[in-house]
């Protein structure tokens, strides 16, 4: 099925460091999602964008819907160890009469080293 | 308000038995969507019901199914089990509606031996 471009694939970083992550799709998205998943856990959401252009804020995240709507990205300030995970990014082409049906990225895997 | 709540939480299973996973919405929600997620293919979309009646459906063959309940409880079924079928299964729930975001649950791990 079709998914979504996701970089980087991986990263280590030092703790305290700032960290950005993106996705791209060749479609047009009305809504980007961005989750953290924990080893055996499912995904947790992060924040939500539905508006190109929309600059959205949790914490230490920050996460923006790109105005041409055919990206989006998730930056992580000041990171700490709890940060590790794999971080998914989510769209969704359109709503229509047949529901949703998200497409996820593959997925960035963060490691924060002490 | 209590999360998504997904079960069995583990479970192996034999080459050609059959298995069924359930899942519990967040109160209120109304659609379930269920997600498939190997290391190899990450999350791919099985599908989604609303209202007991499926809505959408992902690129997987008849042996995956599923249902919902009047209650939105869901259910999805996999019939004559391959090896391949070893994954992590994802449910998450939304009000179903245009602009909603879905929330997941813990996911069923299904081992096929």
């Known amino acids: 099925g079709q998914q979504l471009n996701q970089s980087p694939q991986s990263m280590f970083i030092q703790e305290g460091e700032d960290v950005s992550m993106n996705c791209t799709s060749s479609?047009?998205?009305?809504?980007w999602l961005w989750y953290k998943q924990d080893p055996g856990e499912g995904p947790v959401l992060l924040i939500a964008?539905?508006?190109?252009?929309e600059l959205t804020s949790n914490g230490r995240l920050t996460a923006q819907f790109g105005i041409t709507r055919k990206d989006s990205f998730l930056n992580i300030s000041a990171s700490i160890p709890s940060d590790v995970g794999i971080y998914f990014c989510?769209?969704?082409?359109?709503?229509?009469?047949?529901?949703?049906?998200?497409?996820f990225g593959p997925g960035t895997r963060l490691s924060v080293l002490p | 308000k209590a999360g998504v709540t997904q079960t069995p939480r583990y479970l192996i299973k034999t080459r050609g038995q059959q298995v069924t996973l359930s899942c519990s919405p967040i109160?209120?929600?109304?659609?379930v969507s269920w997600y498939q997620q190997t290391p190899g293919q990450g999350l791919q979309f099985l599908f989604e019901?609303?209202?007991?009646?499926?809505?959408n459906k992902g690129n997987f063959p008849g042996r995956f199914s599923g249902r919902q309940f009047s209650n939105s409880r869901s259910e999805m079924n996999v019939s004559t089990l391959e090896l391949g079928d070893s994954a992590l299964y994802l449910c998450?729930?939304?009000?179903?509606?245009?602009?909603?975001?879905?929330?997941f649950g813990e996911g069923s791990w299904l081992t096929v031996v």
């Open positions: 019901y609303f209202s007991e009646t499926q809505r």
């Open positions: 964008l539905y508006k190109a252009g």
């Open positions: 998450a729930s939304s009000q179903g509606v245009s602009g909603n975001t879905i929330y």
């Open positions: 109160s209120g929600h109304r659609s």
């Open positions: 479609s047009i998205f009305n809504t």
């Open positions: 989510a769209g969704q082409e359109s709503w229509d009469n047949y529901g949703q049906n998200f497409v």
